[in-house]
């Protein structure tokens, strides 16, 4: 029987996700990963990772492909749930400007699913566990600037859908973390992000790792820091 903590990422096929699972496994937890096809990224983590590394597929979007995930999974005890899958459209437009398609893909990519895989998932976690979804800064309602607005809406939708969740489940003892990683250099944040990877993810793994055994709903940076709604 293994000692080792458990993790699940979800959607950590390249960028912050794979760097989240290339952190957990440098750390010495059992890592189990997901992209929705092959990864090459990951198939190189788990040749460096063998015995650590597991990689699974789903597709967040498809409920039924999560609740078949979660029946595989369902001999696995997670010490954390960390969904990071998002993806980011038409991010300089307006509402009018928006094609709907674009903005509907965001707000079932960003918003619904994360936290659908949430209540799926949320039994598999340990009590003095860790669920943890990746938001944004600009999910902030109370430092808007208009940055990306569509695509920021669709993480303050997130997190009204975590915070509902939270108001649901108030005796849950598990810390229900939204987490805003900063803006780094992947696809997403593009070539002009303040921030490499490497300055971001060790700073949100620590940070997860400090919220466990405390119980409770929070909007924080990497840092820790609570940002406003
Ligand atoms: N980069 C930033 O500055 C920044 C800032 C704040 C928040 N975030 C958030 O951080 C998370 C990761 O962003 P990133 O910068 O690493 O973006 P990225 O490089 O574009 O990676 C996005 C990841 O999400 C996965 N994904 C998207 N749709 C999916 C689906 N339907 N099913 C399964 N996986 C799916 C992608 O998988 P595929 O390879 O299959 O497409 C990929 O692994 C996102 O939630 C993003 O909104 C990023």
């Known amino acids: 029987m293994t000692t080792k903590k458990t993790v699940l990422v979800v959607g950590a096929s390249r960028?912050?996700?794979l760097a989240l699972a290339e952190e957990y496994c440098g750390r010495g937890w059992q890592v189990i990963a997901t992209s929705r096809g092959q990864s090459f990224g990951l198939k190189q983590l788990q040749e460096r990772y063998p015995e650590t590394l597991e990689i699974e597929t789903v597709d967040v979007v498809d409920l039924r492909s999560v609740k078949a995930l979660h029946s595989r999974l369902e001999d696995h005890t997670l010490d954390v749930l960390f969904v990071n899958a998002g993806i980011c459209k038409a991010?300089?437009?307006?509402?009018v400007e928006v094609e709907e398609k674009d903005f509907l893909d965001m707000m079932l990519t960003n918003a619904l699913s994360p936290m659908r895989i949430i209540e799926v998932f949320q039994d598999s976690v340990v009590e003095s566990g860790v669920i943890a979804v990746m938001s944004s800064e600009i999910g902030s309602i109370g430092n808007c600037l208009g940055f990306w607005e569509l695509y920021s809406s669709s993480k303050a939708a997130l997190n009204m859908l975590m915070a509902a969740f939270?108001?649901?489940n108030k005796e849950d003892t598990r810390a229900l973390l939204l987490v805003a990683p900063g803006w780094v250099r992947t696809e997403m944040g593009g070539p002009e992000a303040e921030l490499e990877i490497s300055d971001s993810i060790p700073l949100v793994v620590d940070m997860v790792e400090r919220n466990?055994?405390?119980?409770?709903?929070?909007?924080?940076?990497?840092?820790?820091?609570?940002?406003?709604?």
């Open 15 to 17: 960028g912050l996700g």
């Open 91 to 95: 991010n300089e437009l307006t509402p």
């Open 166 to 168: 939270a108001a649901r």
């Open 212 to 229: 466990a055994g405390k119980p409770g709903l929070r909007f924080t940076d990497r840092h820790g820091q609570i940002l406003p709604w």
